[in-house]
């Protein structure tokens, strides 16, 4: 399979615009006052549209993909994912700089489950809930068969939230899957955050095995 270029969004899946939640709105004028240079909007998905794996994250990172406008570039959280997409076939560079580093994802599309920089990178349950509807929209044009790898309990719960499937018949566990409507799966991980990371909770090991398993459900189906 040949590296997809940059996609056009469908307006379902994401608004530039987007200002449905005051304190994330207010939030990211502010910040873009203190860092008129950074991307300081909602940050789109970036990947293949017609992705076999979708990723979803949590929310973007303050100088992160806030400041790059691209998912899990420019923070230490990308640093493992993107080395890893690429050892598995998911990406055509293992490191991810810029959205002008000419990086491409190979069936593959990141997410976040929140597109807009939270205080203290924590969204609340009804921001969470406000932007849930762009991941709904996004998982309903997944196709049959593909794989949805949540990265943290809040993508994992955000989700099933977005299908109508309830917490408890899904319950999130580093290196579970769960049977999805219409053929898909879903595969929690651990999220690659530097905290997760620099305390073991996460090591590159268990984050490739992982992401083995999807090359894996991927390449069988």
């Keep these: 399979m040949m590296p997809t270029a940059e996609i056009l969004i ?6 530039p615009g987007c ?3 005051p304190r994330l709105a207010s939030f990211l004028d502010e910040v873009r006052g203190r860092h008129p ?3 300081a909007a909602p940050v789109p998905p970036f990947g293949a549209r017609e992705a076999r794996l979708l990723v979803v994250g949590l929310a ?3 100088h ?3 400041a790059t406008g691209r998912p899990f570039t420019g923070d230490h959280a990308g640093i493992l994912l993107y080395e890893t997409l690429h050892h598995f076939g998911f990406g055509s560079a293992p490191v991810s700089r810029s959205r002008q580093d000419g990086l491409q994802l190979i069936g593959c599309r990141i997410t976040n489950a929140v597109k ?3 205080p203290a990178n924590k969204p609340t349950g009804p921001e969470a809930r406000q932007c849930n509807g762009y991941l709904k929209a996004e998982l309903a044009d997944l196709g049959g068969g593909a794989l949805v790898l949540a990265l943290g309990r809040l993508a994992h ?3 099933l939230l977005a299908l109508g499937l309830k917490q408890g018949a899904c319950p999130f566990a580093h290196g579970a899957g769960h049977d999805l409507p219409g053929g898909r799966r879903l595969l929690d991980s651990y999220h690659c955050s530097r905290y997760n990371t620099q305390t073991g909770r996460l090591t590159p090991a268990m984050f490739r ?9 991927v390449d069988a189906t």
Excluded: E, I, K
Excluded at 10 to 15: A, I, M, N, Q
């Design 64 to 66: 992160g993909a806030n």
């Design 116 to 118: 807009c920089l939270p």
């Design 209 to 217: 095995a992982v992401v083995g398993q999807a090359r894996d459900w």
């Design 10 to 15: 469908p307006h379902t899946w994401f608004d």
């Design 19 to 21: 200002r449905r939640c």
């Design 37 to 39: 240079n950074y991307h």
């Design 157 to 159: 719960n955000s989700v």
């Design 60 to 62: 973007p990172g303050l």
